[in-house]
C-alpha cells in the first residue's frame, strides 16, 4: 500500500475534505472527519496564461532545455502555480516558430512538462507597433497577421491549447481572428488601441479576452476616450489583470472587480525569468532588464515596465489585500476561471492527476503559507547547488526558497498514510 490521504478544508466550500492518492493519482475525494487540523485549506493549482520565463528561466531562448524548462516548472509550483501557458512575446517571425518548435517537442518528451504546460500562449508580433502601446515589444517586428501565419502556429501546436494576442485594428485582424477561432485557437486583444467599434468587430470576429488591461498602453492616455473606457464598456471580454499592485494601481483594480461580470476577470502573472528567483539583471528575449529587491522589471534607463517579476501565491495575496478578502474568494481568478476560459477542466477529482495546493492560515487570512504536491509528491525548495529528489526526479540547480518568506506550515498540515496515526511530513 503506498496511498497517501490529507485531510483539509476545501477552499470554496469550506467543508472538512478528504483526499486519497495512490500512485501519483486521486483515489479518493469525500466529505472528512469533523475533527482536523484548523486552518488548512485544499486548494486546486493556480493556473497562469501568460509566463515568459520563471525561475531565473527565460522562455525566450533560442536553446532552451529540458532542464531549464523542468527548473522554472519546479520554481512555479512553489509559487502554487501548477499549470500555465508558456508565452512567447514578439520577435523576428522564424526566429518564433523555431523557440516554439523547440519547447513544443521538449513538451512532447516529458509528462512531467505535459502536466505543467497547459498549453501556448503567442503575444506578438501581431499588436501595434505605437508608442506606448508596444510595451517592451520591439515595433520593427511588428507584423499583420496572415493565414499563413495562424496555420504554421496550429502545425506547431497541434491540438494544444493555443491563445493568441493581437491587436484587432491591424489590417487582416479582423479575419485573422475568425480563422483562429475556427481552428480552435481562442483570441485575446491586447497591446492594442483599437476603436470601440473595432472592438466589438473583433468579439464578432470571436475574440473572448483582454490582456493584461491596464498595461500595454502609455503610460498617459485621453481621460475622455481611451483604450480601458472601451474595453470595460464592453462586457462580453474576460480581461486578465496583473495583480500586483505595480501594473495596475489598486483603486483601477477595485474598480475593474465591481464594473465587469465577476466570471469575466482573471489574473495573470506575465512573469519573466526574475520571478521566482533574486534580484538582478536578466533577459526577455532580446531585451535585457533590471529587476530590483521591489521585484519592478524596468528596461534600464526607461520607465515602462517589462513584464513583472510576480510569483502567482503572491498575486493571490496581493488581490486579496487589494479588495480586502480572503485569499478563498480571489484564487478561483488564477485556477478556475482561465482554465474555463481556455476550456480546460481545473477540479480536483477522482482519477485526476493528485496536483493541489494546501494552504496553512496560521500567517494570515489574506497571506497563507503553501505546500505544493505536484502528482502526490511535494516539491521542496532547493538549495543552491544541491542535487535534490524534488517533485521532478534529479534536479542539480537550486532557486531561491520559494516558501521561507511565508513562514514554514506547522507540522500538522494532516499529510497521513491512511489508518497511520504518524505524519507524513513529505511524500
Ligand atoms: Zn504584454
Sequence with gaps: MNSVEVSA???????????????????????????????????????????????????????????DLSRAVHALRLAGCGRFLFTLITAEWPRLTARLARAAALRAESEDLQSAIAGWHIEGPFLSSRPGFHGAHNPGLMLDPTPEHLREL??????????????????????????????????????????????????????????????????????????????????????????????????LFRFVHKLMPSERVVYVSDAMAAAGAAPGRY???????????????RQPGQTNFAGSALRQIDGIARAAAMLDVPWQEVWRRMSELPARFMELNQELAVGQPATFCLL????????????????????????????????????????????????????????????????????
Design 360 to 427: 496553512n492560515e496560521d500567517a494570515s487570512r489574506q497571506r497563507p503559507s503553501l505546500r505544493f504536491f505536484a502528482q502526490g509528491r511535494e516539491c521542496h525548495a532547493l538549495r543552491r547547488g544541491d542535487a535534490h529528489e524534488s517533485c521532478l526526479g534529479r534536479t542539480e540547480n537550486g532557486e531561491r526558497n520559494g516558501i521561507g518568506q511565508y513562514g514554514s506550515v506547522a507540522g500538522d498540515a494532516g499529510v497521513r498514510q491512511p489508518g497511520a496515526g504518524g505524519q507524513i511530513g513529505s511524500v
Design 154 to 251: 496550429r502545425a506547431l501546436t497541434g491540438r494544444d491549447p493555443l491563445l493568441l494576442t493581437i491587436a484587432p485594428e491591424r489590417p487582416g485582424a479582423l479575419d485573422a481572428i475568425s480563422l483562429a477561432v475556427s481552428l480552435g485557437c481562442k483570441v485575446s486583444l491586447g497591446h492594442t488601441d483599437a476603436s470601440a467599434e473595432i472592438i466589438q468587430a473583433a468579439v464578432q470576429a470571436g475574440a473572448s479576452g483582454f490582456t493584461h488591461l491596464g498595461n500595454g498602453c502609455p503610460r498617459e492616455l485621453d481621460r475622455r476616450d481611451n483604450i480601458l473606457w472601451r474595453v470595460l464598456d464592453n462586457a462580453r471580454l474576460t480581461v486578465s489583470l496583473i495583480p500586483d499592485r505595480i501594473h495596475v494601481s489598486p483603486a
Design 283 to 297: 533577459t526577455l528575449g532580446a531585451l535585457e532588464l533590471e529587476v530590483g529587491p521591489d521585484e519592478i522589471v
Design 9 to 67: 478544508l476545501h477552499w470554496a466550500t469550506a467543508q472538512p475534505t478528504r483526499l486519497v492518492w495512490e500512485n501519483g493519482l486521486i483515489r479518493t475525494l469525500e466529505p472528512g472527519p469533523r475533527e482536523m487540523p484548523e486552518k488548512v485549506w485544499l486548494a486546486p493549482p493556480l493556473f497562469d496564461l501568460q509566463v515568459n520565463g520563471f525561475g531565473g528561466v527565460d522562455f525566450q531562448r533560442d536553446d532552451l532545455s529540458a532542464a
